[in-house]
C-alpha cells in the first residue's frame, strides 16, 4: 500500500490585520505554509503566488527526485516575485517565508526558507525540524542571545532569508526524511508562535487526535491570546491507502474564517486597482485563472489564506504572461499524464482542436513570407551598391556588392574600362585586388578618373627602346637556338607609328619588344625612350 498524506489546514486574519497574508495548500503528497511581508501592497500578493505555483507537484510520482524538484520549483517562484516587482514598483520590498513538505514514497522532503516552522511528531517525541531565518535566531545561535530573551526582543521579526525580490538565488534549507505511518507533521505560520508556547502547541497537538479538532484549537487558542498576526495551520499525518482510495480533507474551513478572508483579505489596497492584477492591461481573470481552479478541483485538497481568495474572486496573482502560461502548462502536463492517455491539450479550453492544426502551418507560412521580403529587400539595396575591381585585367566598374551566397554572386560587371591593370603603380593594384567601395555610379566613375591618373609609363631596356640610325639590332632570342632550332631573323627596323615621322625617331607610346614564334600576340606596353 502507498503512503499519502491525511490533512487538516485552517488560516485567520487574526484580531488585528486587516488583510490576511498568509497563504498555504495541502493534499495527499503536498503541505505548504507561506506567510507573506512587504505592507499593504505585496503581502498577500507573495504569498498566494508562490503557494499557487507550488501546487502542481502534489503527485504521487517524482522519479526519486522529488527535493531537487521542490527546490527548483521554489527558486523558481521566487524569480517570478522578481518578475513581479519589475513591473510594479509599488511591489518593491515584498516577500514571502515557505516551508513545504512533499511526500515521494517512503521519503518526504522538507523545503524551508523564513520564519515559518514545521513540527514533527513521530515516536513520541515531538521536536521543531526547522530554524527560524531571523536576526535573533543568529544571536542565538553565536551565542549572543538566550532563548528567553528571544521572545521580547525588539528585532524578533527581522527576517534574514526570505523569497521576494532581494536574492536572485535565495538559500534554502532542504532536508530528507524517512517516514511511517502514524507519524504527524504541524505547519504553521509565526502568528501562532506569538501567542502560544511551545509547550502549549506540543500539549495540544499530543492530545488531540482528530486533525481538524487539532487545526480549530490551536487557532481559536491564538485567537483567544490577541492574535496580532495572521495565524495558518496545516496538520498531515502519514497513512498507508490504496492507490484508488480518496483521502478527504478532514478540516473544512469554518464559517467565520471564509468570511473573515472575504472581508479582510482584499486584494486591492485601499480600494485601488491590484497592482499583481494588470499584465499588459488584461486583468488576471482574463489569463487562466480558470486552468487553476480546474486543476485543484480534480485533487482532494485544502488552500486557504490569500492563495484560496485570489482562486475564488478568480483574481489569481500574476506576475508575468510567462508566468501564468507557466503554471497551466505545468497543471495540464500533470493533469494529462494522469488521465490514461488523454491530451492534456485538448482538454485546456484554449483553442479547438481544429484550430491548432492550421495554427502552425499558418505561423510558418508568415515567418516564410517574412524572410522573402527580408531577402528580396536587401537583394534590391545590394543593386544600388557599386565597386571598382579587376575584370580581364582592365579596371572594371560592377554594380552590387562583392559578396556571395551560397553559389549566387550580389554583383555583376557594369563597365570594363581601357586601363590595364598592370599599368597601375603596385599600391593602386593592392587596393584594387581589395575592391574599391562606391555609394554611386558616379563616385564610381570618379575613382576610375583618379586611377587613370595614376597610370606609370614603364622605362623601356636598351634593347627594347625604338631603333634609330646607327642603333644595333635586337639580338635573337636565345630559347629556340639552344634547341637547335633556328631563331627567326631579328627585325631591323621598328614598325613606325607614323609615316611622316621625318627625324625616324619614335616619340613615347606603344611599340614591338621583338618579334615572338609565329602565332603568338605582340604585348603592347607603354615606354619612355631616354636620351640618345
Known amino acids: 500500500m502507498a503512503l499519502v498524506l491525511r490533512f487538516a489546514a485552517r488560516s485567520d486574519v487574526g484580531m488585528v490585520r486587516a488583510k490576511n497574508d498568509d497563504s498555504a495548500y495541502v493534499g495527499r503528497y503536498l503541505a505548504v505554509v507561506a506567510d507573506g511581508m512587504g505592507g499593504h501592497a505585496g503581502g498577500n500578493v507573495a504569498s498566494a503566488s508562490t503557494v499557487l505555483d507550488l501546487v ?3 503527485r504521487a510520482d517524482h522519479g526519486g527526485n522529488a527535493g531537487v524538484h521542490l527546490a527548483d520549483e521554489i527558486q523558481t517562484a521566487n524569480s517570478l516575485l522578481s518578475e513581479l516587482v ?3 514598483t509599488q511591489l518593491a520590498g515584498m516577500g514571502t517565508t515557505v516551508t513545504s513538505l512533499l511526500l515521494d514514497g517512503k521519503r518526504l522532503e522538507l523545503a524551508h526558507i523564513g520564519d515559518s516552522r514545521a513540527y514533527r511528531l513521530k515516536d513520541g517525541v515531538f521536536q521543531q525540524i526547522t530554524k527560524d531565518h531571523t536576526f535573533v535566531q543568529r544571536l542565538i545561535d553565536e551565542g549572543r542571545l538566550r532563548p528567553e530573551e528571544a521572545e521580547v526582543h525588539p528585532h524578533k521579526n527581522v527576517l534574514m532569508r526570505v523569497l521576494g525580490d532581494v536574492d536572485a538565488s535565495p538559500e534554502l ?6 517516514v511511517t505511518p502514524g507519524e504527524r507533521w504541524l505547519l504553521c505560520s ?6 502560544l508556547s511551545e509547550h502549549v502547541v506540543e500539549q495540544v497537538f499530543r492530545e488531540t487526535e482528530d486533525l481538524r479538532q487539532c487545526v480549530n484549537a490551536l487557532v481559536e487558542l491564538t485567537l483567544a491570546g490577541g492574535s496580532p498576526d495572521n495565524i495558518t495551520v ?3 499525518e502519514v497513512i498507508e491507502a490504496d492507490d484508488d482510495e480518496v483521502v478527504m480533507p478532514t478540516a473544512i474551513p469554518p464559517a467565520r474564517e471564509a468570511a473573515g478572508e472575504r472581508e479582510h483579505s482584499a486584494a486591492s489596497p485601499e480600494g485601488g486597482d491590484d497592482p499583481s492584477q494588470v499584465n499588459d492591461g488584461l486583468p488576471a481573470a482574463a489569463i487562466r485563472a480558470d486552468i487553476i481552479r480546474e486543476d485543484l478541483l480534480t485533487r482532494p485538497h485544502i488552500l486557504v489564506g490569500s492563495a ?7 483574481q489569481i ?8 502560461e507557466r503554471r497551466a502548462a505545468m497543471m495540464l502536463t500533470h493533469r494529462g499524464a494522469a488521465s490514461s492517455g488523454e491530451d492534456a491539450a485538448d482538454d485546456s479550453g484554449d483553442l479547438p482542436p481544429a484550430k491548432r492544426r492550421w495554427l502552425m502551418p499558418a505561423f510558418l507560412g508568415l515567418m516564410a513570407l517574412i524572410l522573402v521580403a527580408v531577402v528580396g529587400f536587401g537583394y534590391t539595396w545590394t543593386q544600388t551598391r557599386y565597386y571598382v575591381a579587376e575584370a580581364e585585367s582592365k579596371v572594371a566598374i560592377y554594380s552590387g556588392v562583392p559578396q556571395s551566397i551560397g553559389p549566387f554572386r550580389l554583383s555583376e560587371v557594369y563597365e570594363v574600362t581601357d586601363i590595364p591593370v598592370s599599368n597601375l603603380p603596385e599600391y593602386q593594384r593592392s587596393r584594387l585586388m581589395d575592391t574599391l567601395p562606391a555609394s554611386d555610379l558616379q563616385e564610381a566613375e570618379r575613382i576610375v578618373q583618379d586611377l587613370r591618373g595614376e597610370l606609370r609609363a614603364v622605362p623601356c631596356s636598351p634593347g627594347e627602346g625604338s631603333p634609330g640610325e646607327g642603333s644595333p639590332a635586337p639580338a635573337p632570342a636565345p630559347g629556340p637556338t639552344e634547341t637547335g632550332t633556328p631563331a627567326p631573323e631579328p627585325s631591323t627596323t621598328a614598325p613606325s607609328p607614323s609615316a611622316s615621322n621625318p627625324t625616324g625617331s619614335e616619340p613615347s607610346g606603344s611599340v614591338a619588344v621583338g618579334d615572338r614564334p609565329s602565332g603568338e600576340a605582340q604585348p603592347q606596353i607603354t615606354c619612355e625612350e631616354g636620351p640618345e
Open 234 to 236: 496545516v496538520v498531515v
Open 173 to 178: 534549507d532542504l532536508e530528507s526524511f524517512d
Open 190 to 195: 509565526d502568528g501562532l508562535n506569538a501567542v
Open 308 to 314: 484560496a481568495l485570489a482562486t475564488e474572486t478568480g
Open 86 to 88: 519589475s513591473t510594479n
Open 317 to 324: 496573482p500574476i506576475v508575468t504572461q510567462r508566468s501564468s
Open 56 to 58: 502542481h507537484l502534489d
